[in-house]
């Protein structure tokens, strides 16, 4: 059974090709909201009740927190490798900022407000939340201030930075009869935030979920609301061209807006956008959906039916989603290393391996032999210290149970050339 699993997982692989998203097993039920990675190891998610994990072995496992809350939780910012910033809407408490700075082991609330709130960070560490006013601290989270007051008619779930000057927050403002869709700009690194142009969106849509491809484009998912409720149907838009003119109310941002699909399925309740045109989105039909071509064209990754709620992509292909039911999906790319040209014959036994597995070679001359593994982004996890071999067989054993699973490369170096590879797959 093993064997044939391998011969699955290598057959008709090239050099590099897609991952799948796979489940991650997770200590809760809750729904999850809200996903954040400060590397490819360290991770948090966040979601009701006071939930909130962390993984810190790229999604293997994760181990449920201490949370000083029972409100939802509605955002993750991971400001450095020890600082994290949750923020909350409103259950027990009021709506409220917390901060770590031990990595999660314990909290200090350091703002609260009448509205839900939703943080994020920019390049240079500094942290803006969004609730009732549009909040900033300079260090980290510990001191806020306010910055500009929000008008109660309008509800925002979005904020995000392009770079350190351009940020961008995203919400609903409430009409007479449904929500439409607005956004509030910076281009001076949050120093002053105006409001978007009504009349340049193609329509009263409401607001779902949007992303930066770079300063001056945006890509946003709204929704066509049935009066206050979310309808089955969405459309993503294109913003670009943002220009900052003097309106009778004030300062308003004008804006190109075009439609690049007129009707998608369901909400959409998180996307990533790439500048290389990959996209993903999910939403409450429970799907993963892939373009390749900035939102052109839309295919299917995962089909479930839990509703997905965030996205955090490390890559174009390594990423990870949280939903209700306290689902988490992991996707990692399957990266093989190129044919070496008289490349030495390697095997490794067993194959698939959990705890550790035996590397076997010949060796046509003596020489200095390393061994490394590479995992699905082609980064080094294991180095097996330099080792003088004489000609003949070789076998190497070598340790793999801080390896989590998934398919892996194994190279036999001398010096910074490859001597040969084979692959490796690690279960669990």
Not at 214 to 220: E, G, K, L, S, V
Not at 308 to 336: F, P, R, S
Request: charged fraction near 15%; aromatic fraction near 12%.
């Amino acid at each position: 059974m093993k064997a044939n699993l391998l011969t699955l997982l290598l057959a008709g692989f090239t050099h590099f090709c897609f991952g799948q998203w796979v489940q991650q097993q997770t200590p809760v039920k809750n729904n999850l909201t809200a996903i954040r990675f400060y590397n490819e190891r360290t991770g948090y998610a966040a979601g009701d009740g006071g939930t909130l994990l962390r993984t810190k072995n790229g999604g293997r496992n994760w181990e449920q927190m201490n949370f000083p809350s029972k409100d939802n939780l509605t955002s993750v910012t991971l400001v450095d490798s020890a600082v994290v910033i949750v923020t909350t809407s409103s259950y027990e408490n009021v709506p409220a900022v917390y901060r770590s700075q031990d990595g999660g082991i314990t909290w200090v609330r350091t703002l609260s407000a009448p509205a839900g709130l939703y943080a994020a960070g920019t390049p240079a560490k500094r942290v803006f939340a969004i609730g009732d006013s549009i909040y900033q601290s300079n260090n980290k989270g510990k001191k806020w201030s306010s910055v500009k007051d929000i008008n109660n008619t309008s509800a925002y779930n979005y904020i995000s930075f392009a770079n350190e000057a351009a940020g961008m927050i995203g919400g609903n403002i409430s009409g007479a009869f449904t929500y439409s869709a607005e956004f509030i700009r910076t281009a001076d690194s949050g120093k002053t935030w105006y409001g978007s142009f009504p009349f340049d969106f193609p329509n009263a849509n409401g607001f779902s979920t949007m992303d930066f491809v770079n300063a001056d484009t945006a890509f946003m998912f709204t929704n066509f609301y049935n009066r206050f409720l979310p309808g089955d149907s969405s459309q993503l838009i294109m913003l670009s061209n943002f220009r900052l003119r003097q309106e009778l109310s004030g300062p308003q941002w004008h804006f190109n807006a075009k439609v690049f699909v007129p009707s998608f399925p369901g909400r959409l309740n998180a996307c990533r956008f790439f500048k290389t045109g990959i996209a993903y989105a999910v939403g409450d039909k429970g799907h993963v959906y892939r373009s390749a071509n900035f939102g052109k064209n839309w295919k299917p990754e995962y089909a479930g039916k839990a509703v997905l709620n965030a996205i955090y992509m490390v890559n174009e292909e390594l990423g990870y989603i949280a939903g209700d039911g306290g689902l988490i999906l992991k996707k990692e790319a399957i990266h093989t290393v190129k044919p070496v040209a008289n490349e030495l014959h390697i095997t490794a036994t067993p194959n698939p391996a959990n705890f550790k597995t035996t590397v076997r070679f010949r060796l046509t001359a003596s020489q200095p032999v390393t061994i490394k593994i590479t995992d699905a982004t082609g980064k080094t996890v294991y180095v097996k210290a330099p080792v003088y071999l004489e000609k003949g067989d070789q076998q190497v054993e070598l340790a793999v149970a801080d390896l989590y699973k998934g398919l892996y490369d194994v190279s036999v170096l001398n010096g910074a050339n490859i001597l040969g590879s084979t692959r490796l797959v690690i279960v669990r």
